[in-house]
């Protein structure tokens, strides 16, 4: 409970347009647009931005997607209002898919369009790329992969880590990946895998690199397969007719970063929040969130994330409170029916 005053200390200049969904004992959910929301938050205010805007594909969703004529200058027009609200620390994390020219077997250039943009234009610092492999997700588009067989399956999203100075807040050892086998058996007995020498690379390898630091150093590849079918958002939108986003990332994304560029208590935001897997995931990690998406109906499905051990009826109760504008201000509390009420 105590921790949601820390989010509401952001006061925020009252707009018609902006209306709090609902909130947490560490965030709250506001129905915006971004563009709308991102003004009413004090400068330097926030650690860590991590979101998956729409993608610019080439067929409209359900969830609504600007066409790829368009795409990059609506994305670019978010940078200033994102860079105003980052902590000199703070870091703006970007998850973005690839998609194809119409009509023609070759990509298209709006992610790299995007990133140079919000450098030259905008003054953010590229302080790595990353890419999010998902080994499950199906081949696509059909007409260049499964039926003419002229291309390979388009499995990973481009991440862009931008930060606003050249040193935001990070910390590798937070994310360490567990050890290999044989990297177990090198700890054990040094010796009988390597000598200490200079590598033709020019790399120097002492017997220090066989210490024992708790996981190896993670890649910028991040191999996360999106197949999650029973979680508890999952199940309570079917059992209760909920319509569910169709684009939702694995809680391991934004987990990774959230762990990677963040502390305790500081604050995470998602201006296209969609089902919350951010909000969730920050209150997992005990960081205050702050989650923006327009869309009504599918930020205020997203409380179901948080309403573990709740009664069908008492979720139902809160759900149309949600979805009518009258829960703002009541925090959900896990197993705690009497918010409900």
């Not at 994305?75 to 000199?88: A, C, T, Y």
Request: proline share 7%; aromatic share 10%.
């Amino acid at each position: 409970m105590e921790q949601s005053k820390h989010v509401a200390h952001l006061r925020l200049r009252r707009s018609a347009s902006v209306e709090e969904c609902y909130r947490t004992a560490f965030g709250k959910a506001v129905v915006a647009r971004a563009e709308d929301y991102l003004p009413t938050l004090p400068d330097a205010s926030i650690d860590l931005v991590i979101t998956s805007p729409p993608f610019a594909l080439l067929r409209e969703k359900a969830y609504g997607n600007p066409g790829q004529a368009d795409y990059v200058d609506w994305l670019v027009s978010f940078g200033p209002l994102v860079r105003r609200v980052l902590k000199d620390t703070g870091s703006f994390v970007l998850d973005l898919g690839g998609a194809y020219q119409r009509g023609v077997p070759v990509r298209s250039l709006h992610s790299f369009r995007v990133l140079l943009r919000l450098c030259d234009e905008c003054g953010y610092f590229l302080a790595e790329e990353f890419f999010w492999h998902n080994p499950a997700k199906l081949p696509s588009p059909i007409e260049w992969v499964n039926k003419r067989k002229v291309r390979a399956k388009d499995s990973v999203n481009t991440i862009w880590w931008l930060s606003k100075t050249p040193w935001p807040k990070a910390d590798v050892r937070k994310v360490l990946t567990p050890y290999s086998d044989r990297m177990r058996q090198l700890l054990k007995d040094p010796s009988k895998f390597y000598c200490p020498d200079r590598r033709p690379s020019g790399h120097d390898v002492r017997l220090a690199f066989s210490a024992d630091n708790g996981g190896a150093i993670p890649s910028n590849l991040l191999s996360y397969p999106n197949t999650d079918s029973n979680s508890l958002y999952l199940r309570l939108c079917k059992r209760l007719g909920v319509t569910t986003h169709p684009a939702r990332f694995p809680e391991a994304l934004p987990e990774f970063f959230i762990k990677f560029l963040t502390d305790p208590n500081d604050l995470v935001l998602d201006i296209f929040a969609g089902s919350n897997t951010t909000g969730r995931t920050a209150e997992r990690l005990g960081r205050r969130w702050l989650a923006v998406d327009s869309d009504r109906d599918y930020l205020a499905g997203s409380a179901l994330r948080f309403m573990d051990g709740w009664s069908d009826e008492a979720v139902r109760r809160y759900l149309a409170r949600v979805q009518s504008g009258r829960a703002g201000g009541r925090i959900i509390t896990p197993g705690h029916l009497a918010a409900a009420g």
